[in-house]
């Protein structure tokens, strides 16, 4: 079956800018995690949805950041008033959210520029 | 809190085996995974360790010692396309994953 897909998979953006970032999880697939990942860095984690409930915003570097998830599908990842230090590879994972599943799926990512 | 450390690089020549450490203070801990993760690429599920002991996978391994809050990645007959990032990654209460900072291993001929 189909993967995690993401949209756009590059996108250059004017500092001060919003950009919109897309995510399609695996069909089925109630949990919903979005990081960064910088040049030569690890996975920063931002942001994990779980079914209905409350979304974990604990990682959210700043108030610029918000993500929204429609249900158990599509997920948005907005940057507001972007700055150079946003420009990274923002990485989406699902997997199956049931209580002992732990491997996650992740998308291509989408290679944010800001200039 | 959670917190996580791995070596930052290790160097290996074809056919050689390695070994990446993984320390970590975690709350709530639920288990241990490991992801690779090549050049350009998205991260890939390796091995998942829930209990203490060894999980054999091919010519990769994965240990874990809970009371020593350590693993490891073994990684055996090393191949040029094993040269890659390695994460380890905590389970936490809720599904909570944390990613490690990650170590890049080069494979040598």
């Known amino acids: 079956g189909a993967g995690v897909s993401q949209s756009p998979s590059n996108k250059v953006t004017e500092k001060g800018k919003d950009v919109e970032l897309r995510c399609d999880p695996i069909?089925?697939?109630?949990?919903l995690y979005w990081y960064r990942q910088r040049l030569g860095q690890g996975l920063e984690f931002l942001i994990y949805?779980?079914?209905?409930?409350?979304?974990?915003k604990s990682g959210l570097p700043s108030d610029r950041f918000s993500a929204e998830r429609t249900g158990e599908s599509v997920s948005t990842l907005t940057i507001q008033r972007t700055q150079q230090e946003d420009s990274a590879v923002y990485l989406c994972?699902?997997?199956?959210?049931?209580?002992?599943?732990?491997?996650?799926?992740f998308g291509p990512g989408t290679r944010l520029t800001v200039t | 809190g959670q917190s996580l450390e791995q070596p930052s690089e290790v160097t290996a020549v074809e056919g050689a085996i390695v070994q990446i450490n993984c320390t970590y203070q975690t709350s709530g801990f639920y288990g241990l995974s490991w992801y690779q993760q090549h050049d350009g690429g998205a991260p890939t599920f390796l091995s998942y360790n829930g209990l203490d002991g060894l999980e054999e996978t091919g010519r990769f391994s994965s240990f874990l010692s809970r009371s020593d809050s350590y693993g490891y990645l073994l990684l055996q007959e090393l191949q040029m396309k094993d040269s890659a990032s390695y994460f380890c990654v905590t389970q936490a209460a809720g599904n909570k994953l944390t990613f490690g900072g990650g170590t890049r291993v080069l494979v040598k001929p």
């Open positions: 994972a699902s997997s199956r959210g049931a209580s002992g599943s732990y491997e996650q799926y």
């Open positions: 069909s089925g697939h109630t949990a």
């Open positions: 949805f779980q079914g209905n409930s409350a979304p974990d």
